[in-house]
Each structure stands twice: as C-alpha cells, then as structure tokens.
C-alpha cells in the first residue's frame, strides 16, 4: 500500500524538546533509524526530524500552528529507498495513530481540509490509555 505524500497528525507530548518528542515518537513506532535535518521550510525552529521506515517515511517538526494545543506536526511520507530502516510501521493513519497513543502520547487527525482558513477544527483524537 503506498502512503499519501502529506499524511499530517498533531502531537501532543509530555517532552518539552522538539528533540525528545521525536524520540519518542520513533520510539514508540520502534524506530532506530533517523537524523536531524535543518530547513528554514520547517519554521519556527528551521529543524526537523526524520525517521525512516522500511515501507515510509516520518518527520517531526514543532508546529507553527496555534490553533491546536497540540506542539509538534508528524508527517507520514514515501520511504527513502538509500535510508530504509528494517522496520515497517503503519501507513494507515487511524492505526498509526492508535499506535503513537499506546506509546503515551495524544494525537490529533485533523480532517479534510485542515491547511484551509475555514476549516472547522473537526478531527479524531487518540489517547493511550492510562492504567
């Protein structure tokens, strides 16, 4: 199954660093390979964090969105054919989803239309569940 270009979920984490909730996110999804990238396209802190997937790609990036209290933007994208780690994670966004969640963290899936002015702010939240 190939995975949308700009798959875009909302994190919240109870790290503080942009640094440490991208850890943690490829953490939780069992990621062992990922690096550090500087791009002023990734504002406010022109820095984001690429994890990378046998079957996709996932960038953690401090969101520049206040509408949402959710600080950190993970972006489901293609694999990197000369970065593919051994691992596959989900590329269905609900599941992907439930998975970040059952790793501590609250997610946001912002529906269709969301980079849009108007939108409503409608979407599902995911939150693991805390024994």
């Known amino acids: 199954m190939e995975t949308a270009m700009h798959d875009v979920m909302f ?3 109870p790290l503080p660093e942009l640094q440490e909730a991208a850890f943690a996110i490829f953490e939780a999804l069992g990621l062992d390979v990922f690096e550090e990238r500087e791009s002023s ?41 000369h970065r593919a ?24 899936v912002p529906s269709k239309g969301w980079s849009k002015t108007d939108w409503n702010g409608s979407g599902d939240v995911y939150r693991g569940q805390i024994d």
């Open 11 to 13: 994190v919240h984490s």
């Open 41 to 81: 396209n990734y504002p406010p802190e022109n820095r984001y964090f690429i994890g990378y997937a046998a079957n996709a790609s996932l960038k953690v990036c401090r969101s520049d969105d206040d509408r949402l209290p959710h600080p950190y933007w993970v972006i489901l994208g293609q694999s990197v054919v």
């Open 85 to 108: 780690g051994l691992m596959s994670i989900p590329t269905d966004v609900p599941i992907l989803a439930a998975v970040l969640a059952g790793g501590g963290l609250e997610v946001f």
